[in-house]
């Protein structure tokens, strides 16, 4: 016979996690927080927060760290000011905010589909979208503003891409196949458009196709803002059903998961933060790849690192920017390729790693 005492008595926390009680001691709820994912954001967030203060604070005109936040917030030296609100702040802002975007964007289609080489870039989601918001700069497109053109350049891409694969269900390198070819396409398309257009046009267009933090619109940027916060809180929503989809689908079924809507609503999400992404830094894919590549790393192989891939493509985008213009300094390389010659080496690692699964 147990005792009152004893009712309220919490459960024990499995090993490796926290257990937080929600509410009063006889509701019983609680929730279980993974130790190493929780030590891994913390860890993230640091570094996001070091590489964004040396974004501020480096490039042709350096400045102290203490005179780079007060600047920020219009105290302090005139230039200091000025360097701070009107050169750094829009791009380091653009930088964690489409890093961010990318890399959440990725951790879902990557377990969509079951494979770590699933990120947006590869199946072609950036280059659909890419395609598309070039079309509206060069004047092809129907006149409407570039982020929503790469909003339905990304869903053209994706329901093609599915389309060929044979639904949203399908998994493996079918799918793969599938959206390199979409994204090779929408790539030809590009450059087709590039090389009939004038060269003022060309060049205005340029930066949509290699990644670039420069220039951010503030229309674009107030969308990624909103567009990225709705995917982190839907994202949050399907995390513990994601945990579980990334297994068979017949063990996803047996513990009640709609798997059909959870991929839905995952594809969804990754095809929307990808497009609003791409509207604002153009196709820097591989940060989707490396990001929660970072974050399964970091943390542990319980869940899926949702938070953490946000917070390692967040970290990844503000350091390839910080790089691309600091190490050629006064030559600016666009983030999209700083990014490619890093993420280069971490794509073939993955495919080549001796044993190594490349399923999520």
């Known amino acids: 016979m147990t005792t009152a005492s004893e009712h309220a008595r919490p459960a024990l926390a499995p090993a490796g996690s926290w257990r937080l009680p929600l509410g009063s ?3 019983g709820r609680s929730l279980l927080l993974d130790k190493r994912a929780c030590v891994a954001n913390l860890l993230l967030a640091a570094a996001l927060w070091a590489a964004c203060v040396a974004s501020l604070c480096l490039g042709e005109v350096s400045i102290t760290p203490r005179a780079a936040i007060a600047g920020l917030f219009g105290y302090g030296d005139f230039m200091d000011v000025f360097v701070v609100q009107e050169l750094r702040w829009t791009r380091l802002l653009a930088g964690v905010l489409s890093g961010g975007a990318f890399a959440l964007a990725g951790c879902l289609m990557q377990t969509l589909a079951r494979n770590r080489l699933a990120t ?8 659909g979208a890419t395609a598309f918001a070039v079309a509206s700069v060069l004047g092809v497109g129907l006149g409407i503003a570039p982020p929503a053109m790469a909003l339905v350049g990304a869903s053209v891409a994706t329901a093609i891409a599915f389309g ?10 079918r799918f793969l196949v599938a959206g390199i070819g979409v994204g090779a396409a929408f790539d030809a398309i590009t450059r087709l458009m590039l090389a009939r257009s004038a060269i003022d046009a060309a060049n205005a267009a340029y930066p949509w196709t290699v990644g670039s933090l420069n220039g951010v619109g503030a229309l674009a940027l107030n969308m990624l803002a909103i567009g990225l916060v709705i995917g982190l809180i839907g994202a949050a929503a399907l995390a513990r059903a994601l945990g579980v989809v990334r297994f068979s689908e017949g063990v996803a079924q047996g513990l009640g998961i709609r798997v059909a809507h959870i991929r839905l609503g995952a594809l969804v999400l990754s095809v929307g933060l ?3 992404a791409v509207a604002v830094a153009g196709p820097v894919g591989l940060i989707a790849l490396i990001g929660p590549e970072l ?5 542990s192989r319980r869940g899926v690192p949702l938070m953490g891939a ?3 493509g967040a970290l990844l985008m503000v350091v390839a920017d910080l790089a691309g213009r600091v190490l050629f300094s006064p030559i600016e390389i666009p ?7 890093v993420g280069a080496p971490v794509l073939l690692w993955i495919l080549l790693r001796p044993g190594h699964k490349i399923g999520v």
Do not use: K
């Open 120 to 127: 947006p870039g590869i199946i072609g989601l950036d280059n």
């Open 335 to 341: 983030v999209g390729l700083i990014s490619t010659v």
């Open 310 to 312: 946000t917070l390692a």
């Open 164 to 173: 060929l694969a044979g639904g949203i269900g399908t998994q493996g390198y």
């Open 25 to 27: 001691a006889r509701s």
């Open 295 to 299: 974050a399964r790393h970091l943390s």
């Open 274 to 276: 990808t497009a609003l």
